[in-house]
């Protein structure tokens, strides 16, 4: 459907009506639109109703003269746009100056050219148009653009929430085997203490191993506070990739314990590991938290681990967490992965999403998905975490920029690496 053309709207302000009949003779056309007013007063009275695209404005009328009437409507910002031509029957250079002073767009003397007049309509109406074409340009630029920064700020809002549940929520995770374990052993104390058993000996091992459990605890807001802090100072420090992931895995000794699963680094154990590694990798990155990513991930493969054992019907079933790790060129790669850990296509890709969990038939919840950790990867260690598949196993791969000493080779990779 075609757009219908916009009329030109015009205000002949004149105390003669002679000169209104010849104006409104003059725009007989279907493209104009030609309202009166016989005064000052009355003109800035329909002013707002009309809102003309032109004013022919006569400046001699009785009452409120032109000038008074060109003043007050510049004067108003609402009005700006509006092109006024001044119709004087005095052809005087002063008054054409004081005209031009006051804001009008152009001057005519009567008796005017109807078609001269008609030309500087037409120019006027199109500069009109035109200024208000580009303010509604602006206008919706500018109102983009604010939808879309307020849009933004929403979605860094939403992250920063998200980012905060799953920081909680990995933290309940963490704490779930040692409060268990606490459980464990105060209820243990008080059947003791009911039976009679309860020796010093035994008191102090179970309170050593209630405070160990704390100390874990412990760690666990110390680390997330960590990486708080390092967030906003954007620390960078020298980071020993074997001697962090040993104090990694040292910090769950006891939930792998508890789990009775197995860890290995490169084929090593891995409290071994840090004293018997060939491999001397130094990086510059934030230590708090590639510590924590390196916990989260090996406790969601304990937790996926501990799920398997639960349906497995192999009573010689033992859990074993694999860690490789390896450079190349331009990055160190940490590799960990769980025997009995198959995860489909499906979990896979969606692993890293906010609030995921597998689904129940899977596991009960007991562990959600990386995307926190992910977030740390990328934004704190300007790395990569992905879950890819080999044979059927997953293994989830963490890479971190690297830039390897001159003398070294492309490739390092222990000289003690047995099958992993």
């Given at each position: 459907?075609?757009?219908?053309?916009?009329?030109?709207?015009?205000?002949?302000?004149?105390?003669d009506?002679?000169?209104?009949?010849?104006?409104?003779?003059i725009?007989?056309?279907?493209?104009?639109d030609?309202?009166?007013?016989?005064?000052?007063?009355?003109?800035?009275?329909?002013?707002?109703?009309?809102?003309?695209?032109?004013?022919l404005?006569?400046?001699i009328?009785?009452?409120?003269?032109?000038?008074?009437?060109?003043k007050?409507?510049r004067?108003?910002?609402?009005?700006?746009?509006?092109?006024?031509?001044?119709?004087?029957?005095?052809?005087?250079?002063?008054?054409?100056?004081?005209?031009?002073?006051?804001?009008?767009?152009?001057?005519m003397?009567?008796?005017?050219?109807?078609?001269?007049?008609?030309?500087?309509v037409?120019?006027?109406?199109?500069?009109?148009?035109?200024?208000?074409?580009?303010?509604?340009?602006t206008?919706?630029?500018?109102?983009e653009?604010?939808?879309?920064?307020?849009?933004?700020?929403?979605?860094?809002?939403?992250?920063?929430l998200?980012?905060?549940?799953?920081?909680?929520?990995?933290?309940?995770?963490?704490?779930?085997?040692?409060?268990?374990?606490?459980?464990?052993?105060?209820?243990?104390i008080?059947?003791?203490?009911?039976h009679n058993?309860?020796?010093?000996?035994?008191?102090?091992?179970?309170?050593d191993?209630?405070?160990?459990?704390?100390?874990?605890?412990s760690?666990?807001i110390?680390?997330?506070?960590?990486?708080?802090?390092?967030?906003?100072?954007?620390v960078?420090?020298?980071?020993?990739?074997?001697?962090?992931?040993?104090?990694?895995?040292v910090?769950?000794?006891?939930?792998?314990?508890?789990?009775?699963?197995?860890?290995?680094?490169?084929?090593?154990?891995?409290?071994k590991?840090?004293?018997i590694?060939?491999?001397?990798?130094?990086?510059e990155?934030?230590h708090?938290?590639?510590?924590q990513?390196?916990?989260k991930i090996?406790?969601?493969?304990?937790?996926?681990?501990?799920?398997?054992?639960?349906?497995?019907?192999?009573n010689?079933?033992?859990?074993?967490?694999?860690i490789?790790?390896?450079?190349?060129?331009?990055?160190i790669?940490?590799?960990?992965?769980?025997?009995?850990?198959?995860?489909?296509?499906?979990?896979?890709?969606?692993?890293?999403d906010?609030?995921?969990?597998?689904?129940?038939?899977?596991?009960?919840?007991?562990?959600?998905?990386?995307?926190?950790?992910?977030?740390?990867?990328e934004?704190?260690?300007n790395?990569k975490?992905?879950?890819k598949?080999?044979?059927?196993?997953?293994?989830?791969?963490?890479?971190?920029?690297?830039?390897?000493?001159?003398?070294s080779?492309?490739?390092i990779?222990?000289?003690?690496?047995?099958?992993?």
């Amino acid at each position: 459907m075609e757009q219908k053309e916009k009329k030109t709207k015009i205000l002949a302000v004149d105390d003669d009506p002679v000169i209104r009949g010849l104006i409104k003779s003059i725009f007989l056309n279907s493209k104009f639109d030609v309202n009166e007013a016989d005064s000052g007063e009355m003109a800035l009275e329909i002013l707002p109703d009309i809102m003309p695209d032109i004013i022919l404005l006569d400046i001699i009328m009785s009452g409120m003269d032109g000038f008074e009437v060109l003043k007050s409507i510049r004067s108003n910002e609402k009005l700006k746009y509006i092109r006024i031509i001044l119709l004087s029957s005095k052809n005087n250079i002063d008054e054409r100056l004081k005209g031009y002073d006051l804001g009008t767009d152009d001057y005519m003397t009567k008796p005017f050219v109807g078609n001269e007049l008609l030309a500087k309509v037409n120019v006027f109406a199109k500069l009109k148009h035109s200024e208000e074409r580009n303010l509604s340009l602006t206008e919706l630029v500018n109102s983009e653009i604010k939808k879309r920064m307020e849009k933004e700020k929403y979605i860094q809002d939403q992250k920063r929430l998200i980012s905060m549940s799953d920081m909680i929520i990995s933290i309940a995770h963490y704490w779930r085997q040692p409060l268990n374990a606490l459980g464990i052993t105060v209820q243990d104390i008080y059947d003791a203490y009911t039976h009679n058993e309860l020796t010093e000996d035994y008191l102090k091992e179970s309170v050593d191993q209630s405070m160990r459990h704390i100390a874990f605890m412990s760690s666990i807001i110390d680390s997330f506070q960590s990486i708080i802090d390092a967030k906003n100072d954007n620390v960078s420090e020298t980071v020993h990739i074997p001697a962090l992931l040993r104090e990694a895995l040292v910090s769950i000794k006891d939930m792998l314990d508890l789990s009775d699963v197995k860890c290995t680094i490169n084929g090593l154990d891995y409290l071994k590991y840090a004293d018997i590694s060939t491999i001397d990798l130094i990086v510059e990155t934030e230590h708090a938290a590639l510590k924590q990513i390196i916990t989260k991930i090996v406790i969601t493969i304990n937790h996926l681990i501990q799920n398997y054992q639960e349906m497995c019907v192999d009573n010689k079933f033992h859990g074993l967490i694999k860690i490789k790790l390896y450079t190349t060129v331009e990055k160190i790669i940490i590799q960990v992965q769980g025997n009995g850990v198959q995860l489909n296509d499906n979990e896979i890709s969606h692993f890293f999403d906010p609030y995921y969990a597998l689904g129940e038939n899977r596991f009960d919840n007991k562990s959600l998905g990386l995307f926190f950790t992910k977030m740390l990867v990328e934004q704190h260690c300007n790395g990569k975490l992905f879950i890819k598949k080999e044979n059927d196993v997953s293994i989830f791969q963490l890479e971190i920029p690297y830039s390897p000493p001159q003398s070294s080779s492309s490739m390092i990779i222990d000289t003690i690496n047995h099958n992993i």
